[in-house]
């Protein structure tokens, strides 16, 4: 008996030293990519800050959330909707309850929804790619709220914007709320450049102008070039997205461990965007040549 309590005691002190084991390796493995999103996403100042309080709770739920969402809603009108490819979409996304069209700007719903549904598989790709390998690491850092506070800006500025400057033109895709991530963390990288090993920050800054400019470049050539009989891909939605980054998105990402509430500079970004929003709507009722 005595001998089977023995072995039974060593098993149990086995079996705890190798959940120990395994769980210490498991948070050796966070601390390290805690660090290195730390390193991407933080000036030098800020970073033992989140390091200190790191932690996977609650996860990027937001971006994953809404990356799932986009790539439903794509399959949906590709594999499900009637459709001769999935290069351009055609039929099924214009005569879809998402997309924003000059014609149906009554349902307000639409300067919103429209980001659910997109252009073709290029679009798609693209987008989703952005927005998770830039947004999870920005979720993980300044948490749910305050990212989708940032993407939503943009994607409500992007769909008023281009009913302003391009009012004739429908509009499809998440580049809006895209571009407001890319921007905030553009004006946080160029903000805090000299806090950063110079080298590192160069290529960061090298990187976000290739992914933009290529990006822009494909938008550009869709909107004015390309022959394309489906839904456009609005550039203006990407400028608009950006600004909306570059101002309220960089005050909110550069007050990470303060309450941006309290900073001037957000209600300021929000005055204009309020300014902004109400001169869209303005326009829309009274100006717009889609009346």
């Not at 498991?26 to 933080?42: A, N, R, Y």
């Not at 937001?62 to 351009?88: C, G």
């Not at 160069?202 to 869709?222: E, H, K, P, Q, S």
Request: aromatic fraction near 12%; include cysteine.
């Amino acid at each position: 008996m005595e001998m089977e309590k023995m072995n039974t005691d060593m098993s149990d002190e086995e079996e705890e030293k190798e959940n120990n084991e395994r769980n210490s390796r498991v948070c050796t493995s966070c601390d390290k990519i805690h660090e290195s999103i730390s390193k991407w996403m933080l000036p030098e100042n800020a970073r033992g800050t989140y390091l200190e309080r790191a932690n996977c709770i609650p996860p990027p739920l937001f971006i994953i959330s809404i990356s799932i969402v986009e790539l439903a809603v794509f399959i949906d009108y590709a594999v499900w909707k009637p459709q001769k490819q999935w290069i351009t979409l055609d039929t099924g996304v214009w005569n879809s309850p998402f997309i924003y069209r000059p014609d149906k700007r009554e349902e307000a719903w639409r300067f919103i929804s429209y980001m659910l549904v997109h252009a073709g598989i290029q679009h798609i790709l693209g987008n989703l790619f952005l927005q998770l390998i830039l947004g999870i690491p920005l979720e993980m850092v300044h948490k749910g709220h305050r990212v989708s506070l940032v993407y939503l800006a943009g994607v409500i500025g992007g769909s008023l914007a281009s009913s302003v400057c391009d009012p004739l033109q429908a509009l499809v895709g998440a580049s809006g709320g895209v571009y407001a991530l890319i921007g905030g963390y553009f004006m946080n990288v160029l903000v805090n450049f000299r806090e950063m090993i110079p080298l590192f920050g160069v290529f960061r800054l090298l990187l976000a102008g290739i992914i933009v400019g290529t990006d822009m470049g494909f938008a550009l050539y869709r909107r004015f070039i390309a022959p394309v009989n489906g839904p456009q891909v609005s550039f203006v939605a990407h400028i608009a997205g950006g600004l909306a980054g570059m101002s309220i998105g960089y005050v909110i990402f550069s007050c990470f461990d303060e309450n941006f509430i309290k900073d001037p500079r957000f209600w300021i970004s929000i005055v204009a965007y309020l300014v902004f929003l109400v001169f869209a709507v303005f326009f829309n009722i009274f100006l717009s040549p889609a009346n």
